[in-house]
């Protein structure tokens, strides 16, 4: 019983039908270990001022930390927590929240905010800053003067953005981490740079990979066959020495040059590479660089060359042709990466994908993905033999109340717990599944839950009125 009362809690905790009431009662307990309000209650969306009152004072810190990380929370809300006693709270607020979904945005803390995290005195919360993917431009740029070498190291990210005095003072940095750093970013326009680094050992495949090349660095690295793979990516070496590279022996050597952005589709096809089954094109930078750009996701999605166009199916904003174009490849793993990214994929290619995966990254697409479909699924699958099918039967609106119950007896666990979330089960159903531990947590979160029976499920677990 103990596992079912966790269990049906955190479903009512996420329960968007919660009332305000119930949810006070919740985060009002004790934050003894038994009883610690569930993530569910505190990460909700649309948090009236007095629960968020009630989180920011609670006495159990994994409370206050579950709500420094809510992908939901208002910046300025979360923001309140700067202040907090406990150090661990302030490096959740620091890094913020955890998102797996490429397409989910998580507005940013106030600049004013991130500056006194930055000078926290938990070094903690000074490092889980800088690791945070949701710093603003402008805030990792302004961290070129600070005082920590490990800020400064960070502002070199923004370098383009840097007033050019903010640059020359990095690559004069007293920190040689800070120099490397901005020096890297620097030798992109300036083969003084590039020839530097090229004789440190930490930077040179670096610097020979994007820095801007005078030709005898260039013939002298081809001669020894040094960092070979890095320098057949530069886009300031010879036309030539490409040439030399694209019949090297080492065929990632052949497969780096194959992906140069200047060559025309002939030549580039030309290049004896091989592309394996799962390799997704990460490393092309220039069309890593460009996916806002629609000239190089042209030029990448139009190519017969299977990492650029899985690179160019990464960007979310790929023109409707392009979409098409590369809906029809028949590439998985363009397919999948249409499904992950592209909010305009079409039905046929999630299907695809949705068999495909299967497991946990299925449902996570069905359930989020805008164009997944929903209409006939119900006479499609409902008595498909594979139960990963019939849970989507409870996706479409035309399913009545009998499928939804008898899908929530089917005999694939993920089936039956699909179906006693839906709203559509019968209220008989729904209480009993309150008391079956692995659907009290679907039967939980079902927002046709009656307010009685989510205030039994907290009696029941011991929550104090």
């Given amino acids: ?37 569930p993530r569910g209650g505190v990460q909700r969306a649309g948090l009236s001022e007095s629960a968020v009152r009630v989180i920011l004072a609670h006495p159990d810190p994994g409370v206050r930390i579950d709500f420094a990380t809510s992908a939901r929370a208002e910046p300025a809300q979360r923001a309140r927590l700067v202040d907090d006693p406990s150090f661990k709270v302030r490096a959740a607020l620091a890094y913020g929240p955890e998102v797996y979904d490429p397409r989910t945005k998580v507005a940013p803390l106030p600049d004013v905010v991130c500056v006194r995290l930055l000078d926290d005195p938990a070094p903690s919360v000074r490092t ?19 005082h920590s070498s490990a800020a400064r190291r960070e502002a070199v990210c923004e370098w383009e953005i840097l007033p050019p005095g903010e640059r020359s003072a990095l690559l004069a940095d007293p920190d040689p981490g800070v120099r490397r750093a901005a020096a890297l970013r620097e ?16 930077s040179a495949a670096e610097a020979l990979r994007r820095g801007l090349l005078v030709r005898a660095d260039a013939e002298r690295c081809v001669a020894e066959r040094t960092h070979l793979a890095a320098l057949a990516e ?33 030549r580039r096809m030309a290049i004896d590479f091989t592309v394996g089954d799962f390799d997704r094109g990460d490393g092309v930078q220039w069309v890593r660089e460009g996916l806002t750009d629609p000239e190089v996701l042209r030029r990448a999605a139009i190519s017969a060359h299977p990492l650029l166009r899985r690179a160019a199916a990464r960007s979310p904003r790929l023109p409707s042709d392009l979409l098409c174009l590369l809906a029809r490849v028949e590439d998985p793993v363009v397919e999948n990466r249409l499904g992950i990214h592209h909010p305009d994929t079409p039905e046929e290619v999630l ?23 929903r209409e006939g699924l119900a006479a499609r699958y409902a008595d498909h033999p594979d139960g990963n099918y019939r849970r989507l039967a409870v996706r479409d609106p035309a399913a009545t109340p009998a499928l939804i119950e008898r899908l929530s007896h089917d005999p694939a666990v993920w089936t039956r717990q699909a ?31 009656p307010e009685d029976e989510m205030a039994a499920v907290l009696n029941r677990a011991g929550v104090p009125a």
């Fill in 1 to 37: 019983m103990v596992a079912f009362h966790a269990s049906a809690l955190d479903g009512v905790a996420r329960n968007a039908a919660l009332t305000i009431p119930l949810l006070l009662r919740l985060l009002a307990s004790d934050g003894g270990r038994d009883r610690r309000p």
């Fill in 128 to 146: 889980a800053l800088l690791d945070s993917p949701h710093l603003t431009a402008s805030f990792v740029a302004s961290m070129a003067t600070h």
């Fill in 187 to 202: 030798c992109r326009r300036d083969a003084r740079v590039t020839a530097e680094l090229i004789r440190d050992p930490k």
């Fill in 234 to 266: 530069n886009p300031s070496l010879p036309a030539d020495l490409v040439e030399r590279l694209a019949v090297a022996p080492d065929e990632i050597v052949r497969l780096a040059v194959s992906l140069r952005p200047e060559l025309d589709e002939a």
């Fill in 351 to 373: 299907m695809r994908v949705y068999a495909r995966l299967g497991g946990t990254f299925s449902a996570w697409m069905a359930e989020t993905h805008p164009r997944f479909p």
């Fill in 419 to 449: 179906a006693v979330g839906d709203p559509r089960l019968p209220l008989h159903r729904l209480r009993e599944a309150l008391h079956v531990p692995e659907l009290a947590s679907s039967a939980g979160a079902n927002p046709a839950l």
